[in-house]
């Protein structure tokens, strides 16, 4: 991108589906957003455009102007073991609980329906920018939100996130290997319920255990195949 994007072009970015990135705006806005990088024409009918990871990037820093560039998802990425910051507090997106928010606990009716709605968003997605049109398998957009993709397919699945104390759900945490996740949880029951609803979500999943802690926890990647 040579330039920033227009102030019209940044409307059209910020009123972007969260969790899809499909946009709506003019043609000539779309085709502009397209040049710049921030933005693909799906080669499919309806030929929707969606945000590129770039053009995600570009709207998270303009709902947030304190986050940095290029951060995954719409959760702040604290350090590893750190309890993240949701977006939510600030800019009202909405962003599945990775574990560890102080609003964690029993969903409401009404966040219920925002998960559902997120996940059948996620589904789409990979209809569309699948190059096979797979719903089973991972898409790109999640290999560049792991944390956000793998907390949403948990959420989704009715699994409980962590509270501000860590001790009652799962907490999906950003690890130092490429494409992968840590999920925590505080015992062997829920480490099988992750994984089975990450491995139905189309990911890989291991389990291991923490050299220091002697904790178990899962390892889980996008499956590419």
Known sequence: MTRPPTAAQRRVIEAADPVT??????????????????????????????????????????QDPGATPGAPGTAAQAPHGAPPVPATADTGVFAARVGGEETAGAAAPSRTREVHSAWQGLLE??????????????????????????????????????GPEGAD???????????????????????????ATLEKAGWQ???????????????????RV
Do not use: K
């Open 125 to 162: 997605l990979r209809r569309m920018t699948n190059p096979d049109g797979n719903t089973d398998r991972p898409c790109g957009w999640e290999r560049t939100h792991l944390v956000r993709a793998a907390a949403l397919a948990l959420e989704a699945a009715g699994l409980r996130p962590a």
């Open 169 to 195: 759900g799962y907490r999906v945490r950003a690890t130092p290997q490429p494409e992968a996740v840590a999920v925590h949880g505080p015992d062997d029951a829920t480490l099988r319920a992750c994984a």
């Open 21 to 62: 990135g499909r946009l709506r705006g003019t043609q000539p806005q779309l085709a502009a957003l397209v040049r710049h990088g921030l933005a693909f024409r799906h080669p499919r009918p309806p030929h929707d455009h969606f945000l590129t990871p770039a053009g995600h990037r570009t709207r998270e820093t303009a």
């Open 205 to 223: 999943v291991g389990e291991h255990t923490d050299p220091r802690a002697r904790s178990r926890y899962l390892l889980a990647s996008p499956r």
